[in-house]
DNA sequence: TTGTAGGCGTTATCAC
DNA sequence: GTGATAACGCCTACAA
């Protein structure tokens, strides 16, 4: 009797005709449209799981022009500090019913472009980017798309965006007065690779220039660029350390860096903090395991995923209000950093 | 003359009438059907860099029925194992302009089985789930909509579908071999939480099944189960070194609770190997942090992930051969396990 | 409250 | 090699 169950997965036009209504009910059913009568709502209800229907995302995108879809872009889910943020951010959206795109740009300003081109085309409706510092002409796609974006790890953000995100100035401000006031007085920064990158820079930038504030003379601080993993770290510091002027303070751009040297220090036997300070940057779990345990500064990674997510979620109209807000970094002082006790001479 | 810019996005036709050809042509281009011609096709693409033509990606699943869209879902991105597949996954998919949505479900069954019918919904056209445990209507649910799918972390297919990992049986095995050939006898273990998780469990099984066959009486071995956290393993640690029977050995079933584990004994006095060798599980960049540095099992984290984009980009009919892919667990010896110092006595 | 019908932007099957 | 044209599955005025 009953047409045996098509290969095809079933259609609105199915639903219809097993409740008896026509596929605007069900249509409405769907879409919580409360015109519908009870035992009508019923009746479709139960003809949709009877089927097992699935709506057809891609048709409902079509016809609505809404795709219920964000996309993000980061450096690269390697590092904890961008898989937390992502992880706020998926599990925000996912609150609402909303999916996530994600690509890994590996600190690539061309690939970043690509693939927000290719976010554009599958219709997402914000994109989350990491930094302010992009390829020049994706701001002007992303403008002419009219898909929203908001930049995070930042508080800069380009005109009719977002930023959600801390100062990383400001962070290197920290970073140099808080070493600065263990008495220290040569000192050193191991950062990310700046290539592409701002966040390394302003980082560096910071440090460097309350140093200079504070009266030092910042031409002898040397800077290290490193990718972010511990052997680079470990590398950089074993330069930093064989320099004439031996620092006592290091600063460094990322936990992992921080970590790396670190284990440069006890191959060596440098004692840290007693030879020297190293401090980080991030607070990531991995702060806690080094020996000795890493001041550092704590950027608030997941917070920044579902504040993100909030501008996602939020209409078109909301959004053209500026929104720039910033999170505070906060320094977390362990057993890495202590005051310098180089004596006078040499 | 030129209509002024229409505030909606260029289609087919507006390239079409500015490349003075049909539709039909434009989308040839567009999909690099080679019976166009040279000319045609140049003027084409010269019409689509002018109008910043952009196809939409909803249109065409909606009539190829090809959405170019792969889905994910896992525990976490909070916890680097995870992390790093789905960065395999992601660049590998990337590569043929294939996107990925990524779902977490926060070790919950329940959660899994909501955003796998969402993935359904979006079209993804296979999925990649973590494990072979899952809700009992999530197998069903996916046979029926058709959408391939593959299984990590584990070598235990569901029928029709692949497995791309490891198994953890066997990595428990190859802990409790390893320690017991250290001369161990005394043995306890810190393993993940069982609930939904199927690995946790095998490991488990295959570390206390393996004591028993060595000879080992294994209802002395206390297993702890702990949040995949360092609090959880540290404090894990403390409960088990309380025990009457102390263990000289603990195998734990991540690298993060043997962390956790060894923060313990730092704290309180207690020589790592010297008092007891602590064992971890998936070799992160955590494992070379430590003091010592980590003893554990490598787990082909990144592997996993290209290998499961592979799987997602062949098309069904390659599919259908059921896929096994086991990739080795690889032993790395560390400094924070070595020979049983016990005495005789107690 | 419910049904009818047109069209969202593509692709693919035809003719030419 | 190129151009009409009919779907793809759904939403939403509008009509009843």
Redo the contacts with the bound molecule.
Sequence with gaps: MSEAANQ??P???DVARLA??????V??V??DNP???K???ERVLKAIAQLG?V??GS??A????RTRLVGAIIPTLDHAIYAVMVNGLESRLSEEGVSLIINTSDYDADKELKQARLLIERGVEAIVLVGACHNPKLMPLLDRAGVGHVFTYTTRAHEGGAAIGFDNVKGGVAGARFLHDLGHVAFAMIAGVTKDNDRARERIDGFLGELDRLGHDTATVAVAEARYDLESGRHAMSQLMRRPRRPTAVFCGSDILAAGALKYCRAEGIDVPGDVSVMGFDNLEIAELTTPELTTLEVPARSMGTYAAEYALADSRRRTQDVHRELALRLIVRGSTGPCHDGPGE
Excluded: F, M
């Design positions: 095809t997965a259609k609105l036009v008896e209504c026509s596929i605007s009910t249509s409405r769907l879409n015109t519908v009568g035992s009508e709502r229907y709506p057809n048709a409902r079509l016809r609505s022009s």
